[in-house]
């Protein structure tokens, strides 16, 4: 409980260093605490070429606990700056409160979404972010993640024909498939030691 008092203070904190232009605390993301993924589901959830991350519902501040390749070249941070964190230090000043509202509900209410925002990278350069978020379900139907797939609306992308929407799906889909039959072996976590 104290570990999570911390990080939302410190997540306060880093809000408002970053609307006042004041460091009021150096960025501060812990993965102490946060289960790791179990080596199937991180080698099942690398085949997928989408930019994405996997965040855990039922740990405090939903911290990302997978974080894909085509996501870190996508915002410039490295895997271990991440991983522990929020989404929210994609956000930035010009990152719409309202489209933040609008995730937060349908992620209360279990439901997909798909979203324009504002993000931004670690080098302080903005992105227009296609972000579908999609709650992703063990085999026993209860949600166990969120995964958020991410794409830059400025990039040139290959498609292979499909739209960017029906694209963004498939990662989806393929997180789920990797979540479900690993859930059902009980393999989504590393064993503890």
């Not at 997909?112 to 992703?136: E, M, Q, W």
């Not at 026993?140 to 694209?167: I, M, Q, R, Y």
Request: net charge positive; charged share 20%.
């Amino acid at each position: 409980m104290a570990l999570s008092t911390a990080n939302s203070i410190f997540s306060t904190l880093n809000r408002y260093s970053k609307l006042t232009g004041l460091v009021v605390c150096e960025r501060r993301c812990d993965s102490v605490g946060i289960p790791a993924l179990s080596s199937s589901l991180n080698l099942s959830l690398g085949r997928i070429k989408q930019s994405f991350v996997l965040t855990d519902r039922h740990l405090p501040d939903m911290p990302i606990v997978y974080a894909s390749d085509a996501f870190l070249s996508l915002t410039g941070y490295s895997r271990e700056e991440i991983l522990g964190c929020n989404c929210r230090f994609l956000n930035g000043p010009g990152t719409s409160a309202e489209v933040l509202e609008e995730i937060n509900r349908h992620i209360c209410r279990e439901e997909a979404c798909t979203v324009h925002l504002l993000n931004y990278r670690k080098d302080g350069s903005t992105f227009r972010d296609l972000l579908h978020v999609s709650p992703i379900r063990n085999s026993s139907g209860k949600v166990a993640f969120h995964v958020w797939v991410h794409l830059d609306e400025s990039a040139k992308h290959d498609f292979s024909g499909l739209t960017p929407e029906v694209w963004q799906l498939g990662a989806v889909g393929a997180v789920r498939v990797a979540v479900r039959s690993l859930s059902a072996s009980g393999s989504l976590l590393r064993p503890s030691q």
